[in-house]
């Protein structure tokens, strides 16, 4: 761990901490006398600190300034529904800040939870502190920041039964720490001057808005599998695509008339009569909708 410590040091301050079960529960200690703010680039001091605690995690100071001269910011994405209960799922949030411009790839690390973290830089001076549930349309979410005082765990360090990890490369992450983007860091620290802007990105991640998105690309999907349907498959590509389309509309994420708008013209362009298009889009429509669906959950994309 302490070679780690060390390479970490390059960038970031680090301190040791204590992560422990006490009555059943996973707990998290700063083993210096001052917490993360003894945290240190100096090598001579590291080196002291873990041949002391040779097993300690490696904790890092958000806040800080980067060699960049920006500071680091970290948000912490809980998966753990148990500790969420009426909020906004942690991977539902986070795919709401991506389809609104609100995250962009950057570093990220698995938690020993098995949540995430993802390493942002912010400018200097942007009063991005800590804080709890990020608020997007008024409602909670398992999101979580840590900006001046406060700190995250960094991979590789132990946790009971699993370890801190970087994330693997995906359209999520980047090699690199990246700048936040300019609406998420009007989301965090909410101020004055951006009200109307923060007002305006929380009506867009609106649950509704997630919805709606997600069921404007499947409509889009569902015509073009009907416009690339072979010949001797497009009745039946028509109809299951159309009852498909039928469950996102019992579900509230499509506009019944444009599914049946753009079902039908789909299905006119196969060169199947018009009367039968239209029958088999609205049979099929009206028993998908009797099965609605919603968007579906997603796995932690890192």
């Known amino acids: 761990m302490l070679n780690a410590a060390l390479r970490l040091a ?12 006490h009555e ?14 003894d945290a240190s680039r100096d090598p001579a001091q590291i080196i002291e600190w873990w041949s002391d605690n ?48 609100l995250h962009t790839p950057t570093r990220a690390a698995r938690t020993g939870s098995g949540g995430a973290h993802f ?16 608020r997007i349309d ?19 360090s132990l946790y009971p039964g699993s370890a801190y990890r970087w994330a693997k490369p995906s359209p999520w992450t980047a090699p690199t720490i990246r700048p936040v983007p300019d609406g998420l860091l009007a989301l965090l620290t909410k101020r004055e001057e951006s009200t109307d802007a923060v007002r305006r990105i929380e009506a867009a991640l609106s649950s509704d808005a997630h919805q709606r998105a997600y069921g404007a690309k499947a409509l889009a999907n569902a015509v073009a599998a009907i416009d690339n349907s072979a010949v001797g498959t497009r009745h039946s590509t ?10 996102l509309v019992g579900g509230g994420c499509i506009d019944q ?10 299905g006119l362009r196969t060169g ?31």
């Open 257 to 266: 008339d444009a599914a049946l708008a753009a079902l039908t013209e789909a």
């Open 119 to 134: 390493y942002y830089s912010m400018p200097p001076n942007s009063r991005v502190t800590i804080g709890q549930s990020l």
């Open 272 to 302: 199947k009569p018009a009367r039968e298009v239209r029958r088999t889009v609205s049979a099929a429509l009206r028993d998908g909708a009797r099965d609605p669906r919603k968007a579906p959950d997603r796995r932690l994309p890192v």
């Open 54 to 101: 040779p097993n300690a995690a490696i904790g890092l100071r958000t806040g800080c300034p980067l060699p960049s001269g920006r500071e680091l910011l970290v948000l912490d994405v809980d998966l753990a529904n148990s500790r969420n209960i009426g909020k906004i799922a942690g991977i539902d949030a986070l795919n709401l800040l991506a389809a609104n411009g």
């Open 138 to 156: 008024g409602k909670a979410t398992a999101i979580d920041w840590r900006g001046h005082g406060g700190y995250v765990v960094a991979p590789p």
């Open 238 to 247: 028509l109809n299951a695509q159309a009852f498909c389309i039928g469950r």
């Open 10 to 21: 390059i960038t970031f301050p680090v301190f040791p901490v204590a992560i422990y079960r």
């Open 24 to 37: 059943g529960k996973v707990e998290k200690a700063p083993i210096t006398k001052h917490g993360f703010k």
